[in-house]
Nanobody, 121 residues
Framework: QPQVGESGGGLAQAGGSLRLSCAASGSIHRIDTMGWYRQVPGQQRELVAIIDDRDNTRYADSVKGRFTISRDNAKNTVYLQMDSLKSEDTAVYYC???????????????WGQGTQVTVSS
């Protein structure tokens, strides 16, 4: 089972910025899509942004123009630069990696444990 770990969450003021990082390690050897999702208690997990192995990106309408997703394939790492933060961005942010491992030689989704982002107004 590969490890997927997020970092960079925390507290920010409205209008401020945070940068999240997520690295996939272990037995994963081919990665297709990497992405960020978020979840607020009592609500469904929602897509924030995803990026494929050709650097094509897709964003939720609520974050377009404010968030930027990028990846470093050499490090199996995906980033989420979050600018102009709003209180409604407060959530637990989860990293998702679609990849192939030796144990599972087909694409599967692997998730991180999540990192809390809190935006104060």
């Amino acid at each position: 089972q590969p490890q997927v770990g997020e970092s960079g969450g925390g507290l920010a003021q409205a209008g401020g910025s945070l940068r999240l990082s997520c690295a996939a390690s272990g037995s994963i050897h081919r990665i297709d899509t990497m992405g960020w999702y978020r979840q607020v208690p009592g609500q469904q997990r929602e897509l924030v942004a995803i990026i494929d192995d050709r650097d094509n990106t897709r964003y939720a309408d609520s974050v377009k123009g404010r968030f930027t997703i990028s990846r470093d394939n050499a490090k199996n790492t995906v980033y989420l630069q979050m600018d102009s933060l709003k209180s409604e961005d407060t959530a637990v942010y989860y990293c998702s990696v679609k990849g192939i491992t030796v144990q599972r030689p087909y694409y599967n989704y692997y998730w991180g444990q999540g990192t809390q982002v809190t935006v104060s107004s």
